[in-house]
């Protein structure tokens, strides 16, 4: 636990002194204000000493309420992807509803004569492939038959040379008739290659074509599996606006069939002024109410952090994750977050009834060796009976609790230390 270092000016103690740092005025000019001393409005015209305060620096840490929204985690509206009729439809406005649950059903009869049609162009296809890839067989078949051929009348004109070495043994017709026979069977099978290398281009043309049919198919396919809308994640049906027989379409101009919310976990986005900006971390603990539970208060962590401001409203988006598994709490639930911001870094604070304002005008009174100096300083934010201030002024200056417009630069005053702000260093955790 941090041990957090105190203001030690008690309100009643400042307040008390501040009637006695009165300056008296009545029956005085500025130059019987010009001596050494500030006097007393008693009779004895007694010096009083004036109640003085070292500045401290400190952490800036506010707590502000900040009105937001409870917004449901996920929130879908769900259109048809074709235009058709509803045939059916299996919820209503309040139904909790499973991920991947039929919501409705949509028919769609051209679609269906569509699919029809595709699929049968799918079976043509397949079927002109079969026929194309059967005739590629079959000449195959035809080619191995004329190769075997030609390597036959190959080998018997190989014998008949043979035996032609032999003066007289064979005829030189025979050996003429030879040479042909092994010339048409050569020819016979270059024909049966050339078939092939045709009916194969038709092979590859009717694989396109098939293939193509598939992707169409595929394609009105997909179209249909959307005339049964499912939920896409579990939640509540929030909306509904069609009925048995209702035309719907997939135009967004027209209302949705169904709307689901995903509300067993909210988001509270909260719009964090600039001014409370510094310090956010995700992860950390903020709670908040609501009007409907009163007395009651929730809290959730900060998940999302916009690290952006709205040029109009000067604030950053900031997201909380609220459970909500009992689904006590309600999308768009008016809520109030108590913000607790915790600045990263020092700054000086003095007490506000130290500070003067005056003609637009910011001054702190110092007061060093006995004399007074007026401090112009900028307001920053205030903590408690403390404000923030900037200027010329540094941690350990003695300045005025209470001063008066009377006291200006140069003029001596007696003065006395209450306490000091001590800066929140080297303390322990």
């Not at 194309?132 to 079959?138: A, L």
């Not at 499912?230 to 509904?240: C, H, K, N, Y």
């Not at 040029?311 to 639930?333: C, F, H, Q, Y």
Request: hydrophobic letters at 40%; one cysteine or more; proline letters at 5%.
């Amino acid at each position: 636990m941090i041990r957090r270092s105190s203001f030690f000016i008690a309100g009643f103690v400042l307040a008390s002194l501040s009637g006695c740092s009165q300056l008296n005025h009545e029956n005085s000019s500025p130059e019987k204000h010009s001596d050494s001393t500030m006097k007393s409005n008693s009779p004895g015209g007694e010096e009083v000493a004036l109640p003085t305060i070292r500045i401290g620096k400190q952490i800036l840490r506010r707590t502000i309420t900040i009105p937001s929204e409870l917004l449901p985690y996920r929130d879908v509206a769900i259109y048809p992807r074709a235009q058709g009729f509803v045939k059916a439809i299996y919820v209503d406005r309040g139904s909790i509803v499973k991920q991947n649950q039929i919501l409705v059903e949509v028919s769609a009869p051209e679609l269906e004569a569509n699919f029809r049609e595709s699929q049968a162009r799918v079976d043509s296809a397949r079927s002109a492939l079969i026929e194309v890839e059967s005739r590629v067989e079959t000449l195959k078949a035809d080619k191995a038959e004329a190769d075997a051929n030609m390597e036959a009348k190959v080998a018997n004109f190989k014998r008949i040379q043979f035996a032609a070495q032999t003066p007289g043994a064979i005829a030189p017709a025979d050996i003429d008739e030879a040479q042909q026979s092994v010339a048409a069977a050569k020819a016979h099978s270059q024909a049966a290659a050339r078939r092939i290398v045709a009916e194969k281009s038709k092979v590859e043309v009717f694989k396109a074509s098939a293939k193509a049919s598939e992707q169409a198919l595929q394609s009105v396919s997909q179209i249909r599996s959307y005339l049964t809308v499912r939920a896409p994640f579990s939640g509540v049906i929030t909306e509904r606006n069609v009925h048995e027989g209702s035309l719907v379409s997939s135009a967004t101009s027209n209302p949705p069939m169904v709307r689901i919310q995903d509300v067993s976990k909210l988001r509270l986005t909260v719009p964090v002024p600039e001014t409370a900006v510094a310090g956010v971390s995700q992860g950390k603990m903020m709670t908040f109410t609501v009007p409907a539970f009163v007395g009651k208060k929730f809290s959730a962590r900060i998940q999302r952090i916009s690290h952006g401001l709205d040029r109009k409203s000067r604030t950053m988006a900031i997201e909380l994750d609220v459970p909500n598994t009992d689904l006590a709490l309600e999308p768009g639930m008016y809520a109030e977050v108590v913000w607790q911001m915790e600045r990263p870094y020092q700054t000086l604070f003095a007490p506000a009834s130290s500070v003067l304002s005056a003609n637009d005008r910011t001054n702190l009174i110092r007061v060093s060796d006995g004399k007074a100096e007026v401090v112009p300083v900028t307001r920053g934010q205030t903590m408690n009976d403390y404000v923030e201030v900037v200027g010329d002024i540094h941690a350990g200056d003695e300045i005025l609790v209470s001063p008066s417009d009377d006291i200006v630069s140069g003029m001596k005053v007696r003065t006395h230390l209450l306490s000091a702000l001590t800066s929140e260093e080297n303390h322990e955790h």
